[in-house]
């Protein structure tokens, strides 16, 4: 792997073995690990070892290898509060998409970022691939990208999509700045954005915007299906969004320690 300059190469290395024991569960060996980042043995074993010490990995009982350690959970719920989303939230998220029959997703500003805060779903009704806890990319072609883009002064949106960019994601995405402009136009007057196979083929999103009682965006809600079922169920869907959207409005502004992190 080339390390950026700059950057320190043995926490770089760390990370990456942390990552891949998160994304492959409990159970992996050391050798394995070893295979997927490309470390030799002997420093994937100190990786683990430094890991395992540290409280960020476990190492299972009789030979089955690692798993994420438990101060990663507390790091999980610190961010949770870091995005205003306590486990009420959490519930009515869970609530909306069993109500919606599709994968349910809450949306804020963190600072400059526009970032996923909470995730609903189940396998009967996935959530999209990467769009998880913490996705913080692609706002110009998602949904509730779109939203909380539509929200901001044309001066800060322009300042985020220079930074971000509008990379082309699918032959729909919308890469021109003035092209969006002028769709989010539209999302503000209508209260709601939608993208039909703009962030990835064969995928749908709606999403409404979630006020403070001050009538500013704050939030998102949002739904995912796949693309040839969205005609089909697009009023449902956005019956369910603008219902979500109020509903996460009343929790907010009944919890005055959850407040917009722009």
Known sequence: MTESSGLIGSAQRALRVLDIVGSAGDGITAKAVARRTGYNLSTTY??????VHEGYLIRLGHG???GLGYKVGSLYQRLCAELDVDQELQDELHHLHLRAEAAAYYTV??????????????????????LDFGFHEAAHATA???????????RERREYLA??????LTSRTTVRAVDLDTELEH????GMALEI????????CLS?????????????????VPSTEFAARRSHLERAARAGAARFAQLLAKTPDLISGR
């Not at 196979?197 to 749908?204: D, R």
């Open 46 to 51: 100190h990786l683990l070892n430094t890991l």
């Open 64 to 66: 089955r290898g690692f």
């Open 109 to 130: 500003f963190r600072e400059t970022d526009i970032v996923v805060a909470a995730v609903a779903d189940s396998p009967a009704f996935p959530r999209a691939t990467p």
């Open 144 to 154: 509730f990208g779109k939203v909380l883009l539509a929200s901001l002064p044309r």
């Open 163 to 168: 930074d971000a960019g509008m990379p082309r």
């Open 187 to 190: 999302v503000s007057r209508a």
């Open 197 to 204: 196979e703009e962030f990835q083929p064969e995928l749908a």
């Open 208 to 224: 409404a915007p979630v006020l403070d009682t001050a009538g500013r965006v704050t939030g998102a809600v949002a739904f995912s």
